[in-house]
């Protein structure tokens, strides 16, 4: 069973403050209860050499400054094969974006700009999805069929997406339950956001087109946690592979979200695993929260059709202007809008999200479809409230507002205000309905805000530039000679290996396993030590030091059998390591002399305890043995280092001590 989802909480909205008080406590609602659903829609990119329908190399990225030309496009919708447009490209039509991409001549080609058809499919990456599908368990399709997916938000510049069904119908292993997989898609990965400021949207197109794979899971994740374990499974399952790329924006997940009497909605753009649990938590209070908010309408208003907002164009006043934004929008000429919605007193302050409510969910839709830069409005519920008292009950007489009636105060430019209105009007007629379907960003303190509306079947259409590829068995049969190690079992040689599970996690994610077999097999180490040395002492390093070029994992192989060959003791394993992965070009030798290291016999080590002893109470009026103990390793310890186990000399010193002080 799941975490408990903690009592409601709510805000009491005064003029002056905002106090704060815990609801009373609410039956105990678990994840089950709730309903809770998820699924995954996990992305990585394939380490190819070139890009997927090009020749264009993949994996080459520029500074968002450097760039040798912009093209600007406007993006319009087009019809399905059934005669419909899709709701997520009309959306996208009413904003009204000019989209510009820039271009490095280097990274992109006429193919990428929409001015040439598709090459072949790339061969590498096929081979490469098809070996991942295998993994999966999946069936591999008999024939490849390229379809187009729309995308109307200019993230690609054809205005959709090529994309293809590898296989169908696979499974991944949890701790408890199995999860089933419905598809691994392979497609080409789209632009890299630059800026998307009201009206404005810039791209790079050094990503366009880097191949990708799609692998999509049932909804079968009944709680958080189960849904951070998938993504987590088939993460590590990706990188074992061998064949997919790492690093910022190489993987990232969309996680599908809905509780009993909710919907789907699409979480999107997680680049961290570990932020899952709590978005998924947030996103089920979420819904709970705008279903309680259905009811509460349903109830003050039974017959929803009649239901109509007021707008009203007002001047600014001097209190207006005491605010910088709308000082702002008077000074720029913008309009200032008045609305009354009727019956909406004490939602737009319901609480929906750590940090945000209702009032929010209408702010980031004026964002996104009505290109209003927040903050973009206010409304009669704020919690630091910009209007005086005097004024808010001016306009309300002009809206006509009655008492359980709620305001907004919105500015836009002219041709803004109409789109400003629509939207408006539309999330508040959602709120009778419940929870829309809508894509909705991660932010990575666990919230998220409006994206766009959930995309439809109606975006997916066949590709007529690409025919279909066969895909024979002896084909299928020679990938499936390629494959790596299933994870099943690294997790069961880790086991063996009796690793710390977690060591698990930054093992899987940079695919040690290969590389603790490599040194165990060639120099006999222990491979439990050597788990711990990369996921406890590198790791460390890792969130430490910044190095001069990434830091390549086979160097701590090369360490190994540089130790062996010098016939030295895995106590300087600790020192070493964050000088080479600061400069994993420096020799092995040079690092030596950095810290100083000179060879010493054992024997001579340990000549130096007695007289070491003898002189420490001449330094020290401390009678402890321990005191003692330290202060002799610390003087030891420099020319121990690498000669003699450390944990030898310790003992050896104790045992002098104790040999002192029976005398």
């Known amino acids: 069973m799941g975490k408990e989802i903690k009592a409601e909480e709510n805000y009491n909205i005064t003029k002056k403050k905002v106090r704060y008080t815990p609801r009373k406590k609410t039956p105990l609602k678990t994840y089950k209860e709730l309903g809770f ?187 958080p946690d189960e849904v951070l374990e998938a993504a987590q499974y088939i993460r590590f399952l990706n990188r074992s592979s061998g064949k997919v790329r790492v690093g910022i924006g190489a993987g990232r997940e969309d996680v599908n979200v ?200 109606d975006r997916m259409y066949p590709d007529t530039d690409s025919a279909p590829i066969p895909i024979e068995d002896e084909y299928i049969e020679k990938q499936r000679k390629e494959l790596p190690v299933d994870l099943d079992k690294r997790l069961e040689q880790m086991k063996e290996w009796q690793v710390p599970e977690d060591c698990y996690h930054y093992i899987l994610r940079n695919n040690l396993v290969l590389e603790i077999e490599r040194i165990n097999r060639d120099f006999k180490i222990n491979p439990k030590y050597l788990a711990t040395t990369f996921a406890h002492n590198l790791k460390y390093i890792e969130g430490q030091l910044v190095p001069d070029v990434p830091f390549p994992y086979t160097k701590v192989y090369d360490m190994f059998k540089f130790i062996n060959e010098k016939n030295l003791f895995f106590d300087i394993v600790k020192s070493i390591l964050p000088i080479i992965y600061l400069h994993s070009q420096m020799e092995f030798e040079s690092v030596l002399n950095s810290l100083e290291f000179e060879n010493y016999k054992k024997e001579a080590i340990l000549k130096n305890v007695s007289s070491l002893q003898s002189m420490f109470p001449k330094i020290s009026k401390s009678k402890n043995p321990k005191a003692a103990e330290k202060w002799i390793m610390g003087n030891l310890r420099p020319i121990a280092l690498g000669n003699i186990p450390l944990q030898e000399l310790n003992k050896f010193v104790r045992k002098s001590l104790a040999e002192e002080g029976a005398k």
């Not at 997927?52 to 760039?67: I, N």
């Not at 000429?333 to 969910?361: M, R, Y």
């Open 258 to 457: 809905s509780i009993t009497g909710g919907t789907r909605v699409e979480i999107k753009g997680v680049s961290h695993n570990k932020w899952i649990p709590e978005l998924t938590h947030n996103e089920a209070f979420r819904q709970k929260a705008l279903l309680i908010i259905k009811d509460e309408l349903n109830k003050r208003v039974p017959d929803t059709k009649k239901w109509e907002p007021t707008f009203k164009n007002v001047d600014f006043d001097v209190s207006d202007i005491g605010y910088e934004p709308i000082k702002n929008a008077m000074n720029d000429g913008w309009k200032l809008v008045a609305c009354n919605l009727p019956e909406f007193k004490g939602i737009l302050s319901h609480f929906l999200q750590p940090g945000k409510t209702f009032a929010d969910e209408i702010e980031g839709r004026l964002k996104v479809i009505a290109c209003l830069e927040k903050p973009n409005y206010v409304h009669s519920e704020d919690m630091n409230p910009v209007f005086n008292e005097l004024l808010l009950n001016q306009r309300s007489k002009l809206l006509n507002c009655k008492k359980n009636d709620a305001q907004i105060v919105f500015w836009a430019l002219q041709e803004d205000v109409q789109t400003a209105c629509e939207t408006i009007e539309e999330r508040c007629r959602m709120a009778f309905e419940g929870v829309p379907n809508e894509t909705r960003k991660a932010l990575k303190d666990g919230t998220t805000i409006f994206e766009r509306v959930l995309p439809g079947a």
């Open 37 to 223: 659903m998820s699924g995954l829609e996990v992305h990585q990119q394939l380490n190819t050499k070139e890009k997927l329908f090009c020749r264009c190399p993949a994996g080459l990225y520029s500074d968002f400054e450097d760039y040798d030309a912009e093209i600007i496009r406007h993006m319009r919708p087009t019809l399905s094969e059934m005669g419909t447009y899709d709701g997520t490209a009309l959306m996208e039509f009413r904003t009204k974006k000019n989209i510009t991409y820039r271009i490095k001549n280097e990274t992109t080609c006429t193919y990428d700009v929409d001015d040439t058809p598709p090459f072949p499919i790339n061969r590498e990456a096929v081979d490469y999805a098809v070996q991942i599908a295998l993994q999966l368990k999946l069936n591999i399709v008999g024939e490849l069929h390229i379809t187009r997916k729309q995308y109307l938000d200019g993230s690609i510049p054809t205005g959709f997406q090529r994309t293809a069904i590898i296989g169908i119908e696979g499974e991944i292993p949890l701790k408890k339950k199995k999860i089933k997989i419905i598809q691994l898609s392979i497609e080409e990965d789209s632009c890299r956001e630059v800026s998307d400021i009201g009206h404005e949207r810039i791209y790079q197109t050094d990503r366009l087109g880097v191949p990708l794979i799609e692998t999509v899971t049932y909804p079968e994740m009944k709680t």
